[in-house]
């Protein structure tokens, strides 16, 4: 696949911004900054995947404040149809087969919408992966980012920009790099960031299951000795599994002829929503704890998965990413108002001040969770269980945390707040 953008006469193709790797994080960054820079801008995105079809087979939970940087930047309304609201949420403390699962804390669905309306809007929504990064790779089409279904293989910052080579030979610079490439960031590893983090010796087991009645929305989370199992509503009678065991078990139920596999997995979703039944293939997923000792380079910019990977126990791990590209994007557009360099070590700063802290806090809030919950001590057990019944009858504190989930608390970017650039 060739690009507008090859090089062309020997001399290096130029872009204002080039963003390695075409998920969720780096179309909706570059369409981002689509929107706050304008037509002119040359953008780029490079990622071999972009050679073939869409294949992510899984859910994510978007928050109302990814929801709004969806909107905002024309995402949304191509996959509404396909997104499921959660009416609520519950969370237990049980183990796999207990005939009752007592509630110790239960959520609204809904939390107070942007602008001065008064309304009310969903707290997240569940949308299926692969519809929404495949409408947001024709979006950036129709306004005119260059698709490259190639990588980036070799980098240098210069005062005046970066200049990168392609896996297909082409030579290209630019004011600024956005690595968008996951947690194996190669642009990372040209840069010479290192991180900190570790393995939690866990998988994430992850299908979608059909059940006989209607789920309302509800989503629910029972935490299990092994980890949690979230029960995540997805239109229609159906849901988004994530089930965390340890690395040795998801082998080993994978492994299961599927009659088997069914059993276990009845044991822990329950009967409430009638017969269930598999309804694609079941993958697991290493679970980890995974933070940049830098978020910028000279030039460069870590976002989303290069920057950070949590446990998903509190399912924030993209809407943390969308919390990146609403903040280097604003950053990005307000020095391009000034006359700024868009690339300058100030705009850079200013993005890592601004999602730096807010990484690491809910990095330990994460890790202190899932310590807590995926153990079989009955002490602990006791402990967190009084605790979750305390939060459930403090009203304010229910809506601290719900509207932290939601993406809308601490300092909100101008996108999550549903306000263009």
């Given amino acids: 696949m060739t690009s507008a953008a090859s090089s062309a006469a020997g001399k290096p193709a130029r872009h204002d911004v080039a963003i390695a790797g075409a998920g969720l994080g780096g179309l909706a960054l570059a369409l981002s900054l689509r929107q706050g820079l304008g037509d002119e801008a ?26 709004h940087l969806l909107d905002a930047v024309g995402a949304w ?14 969370i237990t403390d049980s183990r796999p087969g207990d005939a009752a699962r007592p509630v110790f804390l239960s959520f609204d669905g809904e939390v107070p919408a942007a602008g001065p309306s008064g309304d009310s ?37 210069k005062p005046a920009a970066a200049e990168f080579r392609l896996g297909d030979g082409g030579e290209h610079r630019a004011s600024l790099l956005c690595a968008c490439d996951g947690g194996r960031s190669k642009l990372r590893a040209l840069a010479g960031i290192s991180t900190v983090g570790w393995s939690y010796e866990q998988s994430a087991i992850v299908l979608t299951v059909g059940h006989e009645r209607d789920h309302g929305g509800k989503a629910i989370e029972h935490f299990l000795p092994a980890g949690p199992f979230a029960i995540l509503p997805l ?29 276990e997995l009845e044991r822990r979703f329950g009967l409430f929503l009638g017969a269930i039944e598999v309804l694609d293939q079941p993958r697991a997923y290493p679970l980890g704890l995974q933070v940049a000792r830098r978020f910028v380079a000279d030039r460069l910019a870590l976002v989303a998965d290069a920057a950070h990977i949590i446990h998903p126990i509190a399912g924030q791990g993209i809407n943390m990413g969308f919390r990146d590209v609403a903040a280097l994007a604003e950053a990005v557009t307000d020095a391009a108002r000034l006359g700024l360099d868009i690339g300058g070590p100030d705009v850079l700063e200013r993005y890592q001040r601004w999602r730096r802290f807010d990484t690491l806090a809910m990095g330990v809030a994460t ?55």
């Avoid at 309304?77 to 009416?87: G, H, K, L, N």
């Avoid at 040795?248 to 492994?255: G, I, S």
């Fill in 42 to 67: 040359r953008i780029l995105i490079a990622d071999p995947a972009l050679a073939g079809p869409v294949r992510d087979g899984r859910a994510s939970a978007i928050a109302a404040g990814a929801r």
């Fill in 77 to 90: 309304q191509r996959v509404a149809a396909e997104a499921q609201p959660m009416t609520a949420m519950e």
């Fill in 121 to 157: 809007e969903p707290f997240a929504h569940m949308v299926p992966n692969a519809p929404l990064q495949q409408a947001m790779i024709e979006l950036a089409r129709e306004r005119g980012i260059a698709l490259v279904a190639s990588s980036i293989v070799q980098m240098a910052a």
């Fill in 235 to 263: 239109t229609g009678r159906r849901c988004s599994i994530v089930w965390t065991e340890t690395t040795e078990a998801a082998k080993r139920l994978l492994a299961l002829p599927p009659v088997l596999f069914h059993d």
């Fill in 367 to 421: 890790d202190g969770l899932n310590r807590l919950f995926s153990n079989r001590s009955d002490v602990l057990r006791l402990v967190r269980d009084v605790g979750l019944g305390i939060v459930d009858r403090l009203p304010r504190l229910k809506d601290f945390f719900i509207r932290d989930a939601a993406g809308l608390g601490g300092s909100v970017p101008k996108l999550l707040r549903g306000e263009a650039l």
